[in-house]
T-cell receptor, first 113, second 115 residues
Framework: QKEVEQDPGPLSVPEGAIVSLNCTYSNSAFQYFMWYRQYSRKGPELLMYTYSSGNKEDGRFTAQVDKSSKYISLFIRDSQPSDSATYLCAMSSRARGAQKLVFGQGTRLTINP | DAGVIQSPRHEVTEMGQEVTLRCKPISGHNSLFWYRQTMMRGLELLIYFNNNVPIDDSGMPEDRFSAKMPNASFSTLKIQPSEPRDSAVYFC?????????????FGPGTRLTVL
């Protein structure tokens, strides 16, 4: 079983829809949770960063962490065609060095105009 | 800032040949990471360096893979001999010394095809 599980999709939704992307994990030592966005033929770029449990909002994006359920989510409101990309969750723990990230498989998202 | 620079962007080679991938991290970043990305396995960490010293190479698939970081501004990932199953996109990433050291900045990747 992988440490981080993420449905690879693909996920296709109409423009303006609310998108929900999710990851589950098995290592309770994870404390730092990130979402990266990767456009086609580009490197991943950091989108959201959250420490421990709770919510974080940045514009149309909201990241949620539920450590009790070992479940993290990324919500995109008023989705735009420019949001079409692969979204990867990533996480790390102090125990293994804060810099070593474990990534999910990535979910490929398409927003249809 | 130019960001993380990788070269070449594309490499096509034949099985058995040596392949060398190059990376220049962002100036001032003291951690460097090599990843491999495939459709089947996703993004996998191969090795990472702190202050030019290899810290964790547990993700390196086998002895055919080696990585070096001779100085703070340059790293190489070498595959010798290459095999078709090594075909993937290889990313280099770097992260800063202070502040949010978990944040990794990725290069554009090298797309490797081994025939």
């Amino acid at each position: 079983q992988k440490e981080v599980e993420q449905d690879p999709g693909p996920l296709s939704v109409p423009e303006g829809a609310i998108v929900s992307l999710n990851c589950t994990y098995s290592n309770s030592a994870f404390q730092y949770f990130m979402w990266y966005r990767q456009y086609s033929r580009k490197g991943p770029e950091l989108l959201m960063y959250t420490y421990s449990s709770g919510n974080k909002e940045d514009g149309r994006f909201t990241a949620q962490v539920d450590k009790s359920s070992k479940y993290i989510s990324l919500f995109i409101r008023d989705s735009q065609p420019s949001d079409s990309a692969t979204y990867l969750c990533a996480m790390s723990s102090r125990a293994r060095g804060a810099q070593k990230l474990v990534f999910g498989q990535g979910t490929r998202l398409t927003i249809n105009p | 800032d130019a960001g993380v620079i990788q070269s070449p962007r594309h490499e096509v080679t034949e099985m058995g040949q040596e392949v060398t991938l190059r990376c220049k991290p962002i100036s001032g970043h003291n951690s460097l990471f090599w990843y491999r990305q495939t459709m089947m396995r996703g993004l996998e960490l191969l090795i990472y360096f702190n202050n030019n010293v290899p810290i964790d190479d547990s993700g390196m698939p086998e002895d055919r893979f080696s990585a070096k970081m001779p100085n703070a501004s340059f790293s190489t990932l070498k595959i010798q001999p290459s095999e078709p199953r090594d075909s993937a996109v290889y990313f280099c990433a770097s992260s800063p010394t202070s502040g949010r050291s978990d944040t990794q900045y990725f290069g554009p990747g090298t797309r490797l095809t081994v025939l």
